[in-house]
């Protein structure tokens, strides 16, 4: 689905009639308090925040490259914003949550490579405040991210890992109607047979098993399976294929939305403060760099929106079952 296809689904949950109801639901099922008139004091709010968030995204599709990071990062965060007012009425309670919840490092070193940078998550702010009401984490404070790190969660960039880097980030899987099916030689990308790796998948992500061949071991695909938030699985919107990561750690890793919106963030301060190194990297192509950011800035132009929008659906058929 292309993002215009995107927003223009979204234009269903910009109508304050619909919204309300849609809000009432979720702060039913949550057993809040006063459901009605939290969902009409929160259905403008809502959106306000997901048309000010397609203006941001229409915006940096006719931008010129510089900018387009800054656009899209702030796009992004009234995107977070909206999908938080499902879970979280009381947002915001503190002026504290508004904040970025991220820093980076303030001036950057002689010979500074992108990749190689970090990002600090705060113990306060939208990041912690959106990992915790959208994915249950907890405690994310002092992480430390590298952008070589984040870029692997993305997968429409695994070409690029393994033409730049020499290096296979993903491994490809099969999903149909009922099964995913997993290559049985994956287990040694993380060190596991292929039983421990289904017991490992049995228990931190609830995937049963459906049965196996000599080479390939499949799952009974989950009801809830979703495309755009169904751990430990990443999708390509570009290709349309399903995958894993290669490496253990990033297993149950940072989920994809919020990789973007670290990438974002940090890619939004560089245009903003690093100007010189911007346009050198921006005009001269000098350094891998430069593709790395261009690929993620198209990837993520089209995909956030499609992942908010998969979100919402999301919320409002649990609640519609409940």
Not at 233 to 238: A, I, S, V
Request: with cysteine; aromatic share 12%; net charge negative.
């Amino acid at each position: 689905m292309t993002a215009t296809n995107a927003w223009n689904q979204l234009k269903s949950y910009q109508t304050t009639d619909t919204v309300q109801k849609f809000l009432e639901k979720c702060y039913q099922k949550s057993n809040q308090s006063l459901p009605a008139e939290l969902s009409y004091q929160n259905s403008y709010p809502f959106v306000y925040h997901l048309k000010h968030a397609e203006n941001f995204y229409l915006s940096a599709e006719n931008a010129s490259l510089p900018v387009k990071p800054m656009l899209l990062f702030y796009g992004m965060a009234q995107l977070i914003k909206a999908c938080i007012l499902t879970k979280d009425p009381e947002y915001p309670a503190a002026s504290s949550v508004l904040a970025h919840g991220v820093s980076s490092r303030k001036r950057k070193k002689q010979h500074y490579r992108f990749l190689q940078d970090e990002v600090k998550i705060q113990r306060n702010g939208l990041f912690a405040h959106a990992a915790f009401h959208l994915y249950s984490l907890q405690h994310v404070e002092n992480d430390k991210y590298s952008m070589h790190e984040l870029l692997q969660r993305v997968p429409e960039l695994c070409d690029l890992f393994k033409m730049h880097k020499q290096k296979d980030v993903h491994i490809a899987i099969g999903v149909d109607d009922q099964h995913i099916h997993l290559p049985k030689d994956a287990a040694a990308s993380y060190h596991m047979t292929p039983d421990r790796m289904l017991d490992y998948l049995h228990h931190h992500f609830q995937l049963d098993k459906a049965g196996e061949t000599s080479d390939v071991m499949s799952l009974l695909l989950p009801e809830s399976f979703n495309a755009f938030s169904s751990p430990p699985f990443l999708y390509n919107q570009q290709t349309c294929t399903y995958s894993l990561p290669a490496s253990l750690n990033d297993l149950g890793g940072l989920p994809e939305f919020l990789a973007h919106y670290l990438l974002l963030y940090n890619l939004s301060m560089i245009s903003r403060y690093e100007t010189e190194w911007w346009y050198e990297l921006m005009l001269s192509h000098s350094q891998d760099d430069y593709v790395f950011i261009v690929r993620f800035l198209e990837a993520t132009k089209d995909k956030i929106p499609q992942m908010a929008l998969s979100f919402l659906h999301q919320m409002r058929e649990q609640r519609m079952q409940g």
